[in-house]
Each structure stands twice: as structure tokens, then as C-alpha cells.
């Protein structure tokens, strides 16, 4: 599955996409891992993009809620 990955600016995150038929939610981290996490509704996708601090809010609103796997 390809998906079309978009920039942010984040201290943690380098770039995150979305994958509208899957509802997968990919996030590449500066370190360089890739993780998907699996069955993610396109609001948070939407609210992750405009959201002050990328890692809080992975911590805050995927973490322990979503299932994820390591891609890379």
C-alpha cells in the first residue's frame, strides 16, 4: 500500500499520511521508523495534522488505542 506521506513540523515526527480504504494512519519519525497504525478514523488523521505537538499527541490519542505495526 502506497501513501502519500505530508511534511510536518514536529521535533519527533518527520511526515504522516493516510490511507482512506484501510483507515491507516502512517507515521515516519525523524529517527527514521516508519509505524502504521491500523483502523484510525480520518478525523484523528485530520486532527493529528493541525495539532501543536505531534508526539503529545501520539501519546495522547493513539497510543494504547490503536493497534500499530512497525513498517521499517
Do not use: C, H, W
Not at 491500523?38 to 495522547?60: C, D, H, R, T
Amino acid at each position: 500500500m502506497e501513501i502519500y506521506m505530508t511534511r510536518v513540523n514536529s521535533s519527533n515526527v518527520e511526515s504522516i499520511g493516510y490511507d482512506t480504504p484501510s483507515q491507516t494512519l502512517r507515521i515516519k519519525f525523524n529517527y527514521g521508523g516508519i509505524y502504521d497504525y491500523v483502523s484510525v478514523p480520518a478525523v484523528v488523521y485530520q486532527l493529528m495534522l493541525v495539532a501543536p505537538s505531534k508526539g503529545k499527541f501520539i501519546n495522547e490519542k493513539l497510543k494504547g488505542i490503536y493497534q500499530f505495526k512497525k513498517i521499517n
